[in-house]
């Protein structure tokens, strides 16, 4: 059965096909500057990438494309072999698994979008052209939001009038639910079992890190935005809430330009006056940059910090995994991450921890607490949770026709 796995931004559209449930990756491709000027998209299938300028009015285009070559490639045969898509929405209010789409999820998604404006507005943009384009398959929402839905009420409520909750949302969500899922899954495959207390560090352009027990989220650094918990590439991350009113006053900025002060021009772009891009932080650090090395050092410590909390509300830690661009690729920041934790007992494999972008444990044996790096697979995930949702969806027609 042939799944879609699909991440729409603003002004691109990224794709996977599986055949599941063997979970065989088909081909998988990359929509680059819808509505844009020099707009292109790339397609990687049978391990050649190719890349094809063409103009890209909106993201329904980018479908009739996507679906001519998926039938070209000869990975379906018409539209009706796509029989689901999986779509992923970073803010799913207090929904809990992934679900099929229908007016009352797109109802909440818009009641939930100024949490994520972007976000929202680029996945209601995507779903609205593969419902346009293949209308037959069945279209499933796969939420960031929702692997965090099992966090207590004690650690979700803010300090603050409890009425801002019940009238107006405001809690913690997190985001980065899939990947922390996805990897958090694996490493306890890796472990052979399940009851286990894991630490997941999702560290990126956007970072967080997740607290799991039993395989259930018990609490994570992002909350009611995309910009809270740890310093991320443009994004602040945590702050005292004076300095926000203080400078609004000060620099005589509204609501909005604050906001967007304190999502992309702050964190390491912010401190280091250079970029967002860790590997340029790194690479100013060699070059002597005062201000990338007190980026980075800000940074790390608070992984280190956010780490350290959550081993203490878990009681322990079975595992740490380090994925996504920085946890995967960047062998300073890991190594970095790993000597803060000493007091721990962590203790560095300095050879295995050289790697990148390959899953591989990153301590040494008699490391009280073992270090993982995990590729995650946040595709894959979506098309599971997509599978599932198709099969379930279609055991209950036939029980159905079978008790007419």
Known sequence: MVILSVN?????????????????????????????????????VNGEKIKHEVELKNHERAFELLVKELIDNNIVDSLEDIKAIGHRVVQGGEYSKSTEITNEVIKMMKEYESFTPLHTKSAISGIKAAQSIAPDAMQVAVFDTSFHQTIEEENFIYPIPYEWYTEYNIRKFGYHGTSHKY????????LGRYNTKVITCHLGNGASVCAIEDGMCVNTTLGVSANSGLMMGSRSGDLDPTIVTYMMNKLNVTPDEMSNILNKESGLLGVSG???DS????DGIKKGNSRCALAQKMFVRRVIDAIAKFYVELGGCDAIVFTAGIGENSVHTRREVMDGLEILGVKVDEEANECRGEEKLITLEDSSIPCYVIPTNEELMMARDAYNLKIERDNKLADNDENK
């Open 279 to 282: 590997r340029d932080i790194e």
């Open 183 to 190: 990897v958090s899954s694996r490493v306890n495959e890796i």
């Open 274 to 276: 250079i970029s967002s």
């Open 8 to 44: 729409a931004g603003s002004s691109s559209l990224k794709f996977q096909a599986f055949d599941m449930p063997e979970e065989k990756l088909l081909i998988s491709g990359v929509f680059e500057k819808i509505g844009l000027k020099d707009s292109f998209y790339t397609i990687k």
